[in-house]
């Protein structure tokens, strides 16, 4: 049987990006095109393949075997647009670089994205449709939840629970055991070293720690 064709969906930088590293991977599906909901990319080619307009307008001429992947940075639009494919009747797929490591006995969701040299320790769990980029690490029996978005270099110790939604920018660094909660935020070269509730923020301003509830 056949391979269903690959939607990617999100024409911007992140979609690029998605694009090259499903180019990198041995026996990946082949890519049809792109969905993307800006008038200015309904039609003509982005990375060499169609621009295929919004979802609903590919789906009445491929139908629902499709295959996607959500290409999208907010973790909240990523959250919505999936459900949207969803609806559809596509299904997610997972790109994943060949460099990328995920050791025995760790779970990996659907439609993640492990970019080159990403990591994930032994007895993690990686929830759906989560951004794990370029030298993330997630340790060993560490959690993180759907929608979830590690950005390059951002580094979870063993134990640490990373709750739906939440995102850490780049080299980002979370030791061992703490939690951060859905839908919080952890900013770029922050360590963090206590728990962070739900919606929180967490950045770094002149080498000194905020916390903004």
Known sequence: MATPPLIIIGAGGFGAEAAWVLSRMPGAPRLAGFCDDAPEKSGGAFCGVPLLGAMEAAAAQLGASVLFHCAVGGNDARKKTAARAAALGWTPFSIVDPTAVAAPGATLGHGIFLGVHSVVSCGACVGGHVI?????VVGHNAVVGDFAQLCPGAKISGHCHIGEGAFLATNTAVI??????????????????????????????????????
Do not use: E, Y
């Not at 794990?132 to 993330?136: A, P, V, Y």
């Not at 919080?184 to 905020?210: K, N, S, Y």
């Open 176 to 213: 061992p055991g703490r939690r951060v909660g859905a839908w919080a935020m952890v900013g770029a070269g922050t360590t963090l070293l206590r728990d962070l509730p739900d919606h929180a923020r967490q950045v770094l301003a002149g080498g000194a720690r905020i916390f903004t509830p």
């Open 132 to 136: 794990l980029n370029h030298h993330c």
